[in-house]
């Protein structure tokens, strides 16, 4: 029979220290890309109203303008890590591998967490991670704002191989997005992620104060107006710009239950006096935000 019981204080105390550790240690990049939000139940209902309207002139009459509703569903999902150490070990103070393995699971908690992100942002899925509010992928040709002022399909997804000219094109294009009252969002994009791939060329895009691509050496004007970032999770030719200073961003990472560690015995395994049983347990998904604030210039 499985049960519950009080366990080693210094091996409980020392594992959480040592997952807390590790969890602090990973050199996280999701919040550059997705927006945490908490979650009180198995799943959440985002709703917004849209944009608010652009001041108008106030003449004789009051102008109404109304607003547009529009929502996403995500849906929590459970992740665990678990080790399993035979009670004679514990007894023969044979547990010197277990410290480290909790910090481990710190590590592989934070990595779990932007890979999700990083993923959610490459794919764009809207069969994996959910659709926008629109009722289309992230990244999709036809985004329109249903029963909004303004209703004319947008893209952000281009087809366009990375050099500072398609760059050019592609953030010339993100600039012209309109929000659904037909106002330019002007979004200020700053970001440029892209496989490993695609590094040396993202380097020169954001580094180089000049255009590396051609003989006139002419002023780069996106040197020290974008970094980047690589992600080991999109593919080869995959590069999105985003916004990473606005506290909404195209992902949404929603968080129900942060990383909690529950210990048991299972006294029925006869060999080695028993198990314990070390797990750490979360709940949390991805989904998408308001896909004005990323253009993928090529999946």
Same mark, same amino acid.
């Given at each position: 029979m499985i049960f519950k019981t009080d366990v080693a204080k210094h091996l409980e105390y020392g594992g959480r220290a040592q997952f807390l550790e590790g969890s602090r240690a990973w050199p996280s990049k999701r919040s550059t890309i997705a927006a945490e939000v908490s979650s009180s139940g198995d799943k959440e209902t985002y709703v917004g109203l849209g944009e608010h309207p652009m001041p108008v002139e106030a003449l004789d009459q009051v102008k109404v303008r109304g607003l547009s509703e529009r929502s996403i569903e995500i849906t929590n999902k459970d992740w665990e890590v678990t080790l399993a150490v035979s009670h004679n070990a514990i007894n023969d103070d044979r547990v010197g591998n277990v410290l480290p393995w909790m910090r481990s699971a710190g590590l592989r908690f934070e990595e779990h967490m932007d890979k999700l992100a990083f993923l959610a942002l490459n794919g764009g899925d809207g069969t994996t991670y959910g659709s926008c509010y629109d009722g289309y992928e992230l990244f999709d040709t036809l985004h329109a704002d249903a029963k909004a002022e303004y209703t004319t399909? &947008?893209?952000?997804?281009?087809?366009?191989t990375l050099t500072l000219d398609t760059f050019n094109s592609i953030w010339v294009l993100a600039k012209a997005l309109m929000d659904s009252r037909g106002e330019v969002v002007d979004m200020p994009f700053d970001l440029l992620t892209v496989s490993p791939s695609l590094k040396t060329v993202a380097a020169q895009i954001c580094d180089n104060v000049q255009a590396y691509d051609t003989a006139n050496r002419e002023i780069n004007p996106f040197s020290g107006e974008f970094r980047? &970032?690589?992600?080991?999770?999109? /593919?080869?030719?995959?590069?999105?710009?985003?916004?990473?200073?606005?506290? @909404?961003?195209?992902?949404?990472?929603?968080?129900?239950?942060?990383? @909690?560690?529950?210990?048991? /015995?299972? @006294?029925?395994?006869?060999?080695?006096?028993?198990?314990?049983?070390?797990?750490w347990s979360a709940r949390y998904q991805v989904g998408y935000g308001d896909w004005r604030t990323a253009y993928m210039g090529k999946t």
């Open positions: 399909a &947008q893209s952000n997804l281009g087809t366009s980047y &970032q690589v992600s080991p999770h999109f /593919d080869s030719a995959a590069w999105v710009i985003s916004c990473s200073v606005l506290p @909404e961003k195209p992902v949404i990472l929603q968080m129900r239950q942060r990383p @909690e560690l529950v210990i048991w /015995d299972d @006294e029925s395994v006869a060999a080695q006096g028993g198990i314990r049983y070390f797990k």
